[in-house]
Nanobody, 122 residues
Framework: QVTLVESGGGSVQAGGSLRLSCAAS????????MGWFRQAPGKEREFVAA???????????DYADSVKGRFTISRDNTKNTVYLQMNSLKPEDTAVYYC????????????WGQGTQVTVSS
């Protein structure tokens, strides 16, 4: 059984930082696209960041415009874990953050975590 478990959420003041973790179990996700999404109250879930396996050699990253320059996605395949480092947090970053996994080379996210709450106060 494949599971994704997020952790690291919490409450922080504007300008602060948090690091989210997503631990995968049940199989290895070395070549899978891994993404972070978020959903604020009353809003649609939105893409935040993704890290994709490319050409069998390296990974490349992709970010929503709203988080570029502030958030960094990374992965540690030895731990089957993906991270989201969030700096210079803003109140509008407040949301439930979800980790997801997609088949290699795709954005078809088949596996989702349960989410972790991030609250940024002004």
């Amino acid at each position: 059984q494949v599971t994704l478990v997020e952790s690291g959420g919490g409450s922080v003041q504007a300008g602060g930082s948090l690091r989210l973790s997503c631990a995968a179990s049940g199989r290895t996700f070395r070549q899978n696209t891994m993404g972070w999404f978020r959903q604020a109250p009353g809003k649609e879930r939105e893409f935040v960041a993704a890290i994709r396996w490319r050409n069998g050699i390296t990974y490349y990253t992709d970010y929503a415009d709203s988080v570029k320059g502030r958030f960094t996605i990374s992965r540690d395949n030895t731990k089957n874990t993906v991270y989201l480092q969030m700096n210079s947090l803003k109140p509008e970053d407040t949301a439930v953050y979800y980790c997801a996994a997609a088949a290699p080379g795709t954005d078809q996210y088949d596996y989702w975590g349960q989410g972790t709450q991030v609250t940024v106060s002004s």
